[in-house]
């Protein structure tokens, strides 16, 4: 599978992103900026440790303000992904209600429900950098596991490599990455990937986005 370099600009400056494409494609500078931020904040921990106090929730002003500093506490996947395509530029309302983003992992699926950019594992979507992966998605009662933020095809389409926020392989709550990553980054449960939601411009953004 080919690798190429892919210009990501962040804020003002620009970096270079090594990035797993399929089947060559370029990737769009939109998915470029969501896969280099995702991937800038690998090695991130909570503060305190031990804790879910953490400045991706606290961006969101979500959680509870027990921390002892800037940070909210709350479970934060669902924030951290959010948090990665608001700064990448990609269309993000966050709010804790139906239709909106938050803190609850199943949001990402709705959203992606109502804004056409749902892919369910079985579909023959093969995942693209800057995808949100949702793990055991539960349609019916409208709840996940956990979520993570897409950064390459690995060749298994229901085993993305990602992004994890509130990843705990490495660490109690930390960002971590994951490799052919098939279930959810989290203790004592089997949630296998349930499928992608991607990422979509501003209404207002222009079509090179």
């Not at 990737?27 to 031990?50: C, E, H, K, M």
């Not at 995942?127 to 596991?145: F, H, K």
């Not at 060749?155 to 509130?166: C, E, K, Q, R, T």
Request: with cysteine; proline share 6%.
């Amino acid at each position: 599978m080919a690798f190429f370099l892919v210009a990501a600009v962040l804020g003002a400056g620009s970096a270079l992103v090594a990035a797993r494409l399929d089947r060559g494609a370029a990737l769009s500078p939109l998915r470029a900026r969501i896969v280099a931020i995702a991937q800038g904040q690998v090695g991130y921990r909570t503060d305190p440790a031990a804790s879910y106090c953490n400045k991706f929730s606290a961006y969101w002003n979500a959680g509870v303000d027990d921390c002892g500093n800037d940070n909210l506490d709350e479970e934060w996947c669902a924030d951290f992904a959010a948090w990665v395509w608001k700064q990448a530029g990609a269309e993000v309302t966050y709010q804790l209600a139906p239709g909106y983003l938050n803190g609850a992992s199943a949001s990402f699926y709705v959203w992606g429900m109502d804004h056409g950019t749902w892919h369910p594992v079985g579909s023959h979507y093969t995942p693209q950098p800057g995808d949100v992966a949702v793990y055991g998605l539960d349609t019916s009662a409208v709840t996940a596991v956990h979520v993570a933020v897409v950064t390459g095809d690995s060749g298994n389409d229901a085993a993305p490599d990602v992004v994890n926020g509130d990843g705990d392989r490495t660490g109690y709550s930390v960002v971590e990455i994951g490799t052919q990553q098939a279930d959810a980054d989290v203790k004592g449960k089997s949630a296998p990937l349930s499928g992608y939601v991607s990422p979509s411009p501003p209404p207002a953004a222009s079509a090179s986005s």
